[in-house]
Antibody, heavy 121, light 108 residues
Framework: EVHLAESGGGLVQPGGSLRLSCAASGFSFSKYAMTWVRQTLGQGLEWVSSIGGSGGTTYYADSVKGRFAISRDNPKNTLYLQMNSLRAEDTAVYFC??????????????WGQGTLVTVSS | DIQMTQSPSFLSASVGDRVTITCQASQDISNSLNWYQQKPGKAPKALIFDVSNLETGVPSRFSGSGSGTHFTLTISSLQPEDFATYYCQQYDNLPRATFGPGTKVDLK
């Protein structure tokens, strides 16, 4: 059974940094693209970033490009999201999700429970 | 950028009702359209990929159709566990993904 568990969320001041982690189990981690999706409280879903199975390809939403960096450690079955220069509008629950494919963005078939990031002074 | 809209935003229905939710893309996305269900406090759950393909374990009362810019999610007979918010999501070859704003299905 696929299991994804996010961690690393918390309260951070504007301009600060945070690194999210997503521990994966129950599938061949390196064979699937992984994605971060965020959801502002009570609002809709926003795709943030995706990474191919090997880690060689990364993709970002315009709203986070240049500030966030996605990476993965395949031997450790872990996905990361380094978030820098955080803004109030980055406040959201961040979900990691497993794609159905290896190298691009298609469908997010399994999701973690999410971790809350609050950017506030 | 491709924009996604959904209608209605809110829908009140009763158990046993046939429910249809519409999703529209701002440009032709062929069949690159997925659907998710989300319950309060939970992560989204994948329902349908590429317009009409049910994810494993999704009941057959759920179905999807459409192509190009206009898509629908239909629940043939609403069950108590189906009260939730439903999101469509498109993906393109940039690649990037865009979600619709959601449709909340509530008990009448």
């Amino acid at each position: 059974e696929v299991h994804l568990a996010e961690s690393g969320g918390g309260l951070v001041q504007p301009g600060g940094s945070l690194r999210l982690s997503c521990a994966a189990s129950g599938f061949s981690f390196s064979k699937y693209a992984m994605t971060w999706v965020r959801q502002t409280l009570g609002q809709g879903l926003e795709w943030v970033s995706s990474i191919g199975g090997s880690g060689g390809t990364t993709y970002y939403a315009d709203s986070v490009k240049g500030r966030f960096a996605i990476s993965r450690d395949n031997p450790k079955n872990t996905l990361y999201l380094q978030m820098n220069s955080l803004r109030a509008e980055d406040t959201a629950v961040y979900f990691c999700a497993k794609d159905i494919g290896e190298n691009t963005v298609t469908m997010f078939e399994s999701w973690g429970q999410g971790t809350l990031v609050t950017v506030s002074s | 950028d491709i924009q996604m809209t959904q209608s209605p935003s809110f829908l009140s229905a009763s158990v046993g009702d046939r429910v249809t939710i519409t999703c529209q893309a701002s440009q032709d996305i062929s069949n690159s359209l997925n659907w998710y269900q989300q319950k309060p406090g939970k992560a989204p759950k994948a329902l349908i990929f590429d317009v009409s393909n049910l994810e494993t374990g999704v009941p057959s009362r759920f179905s999807g159709s459409g192509s190009g810019t206009h898509f629908t999610l239909t629940i043939s007979s609403l069950q108590p566990e189906d009260f939730a918010t439903y999101y469509c999501q498109q993906y393109d070859n940039l690649p990037r993904a865009t979600f619709g704003p959601g449709t909340k299905v509530d008990l009448k």
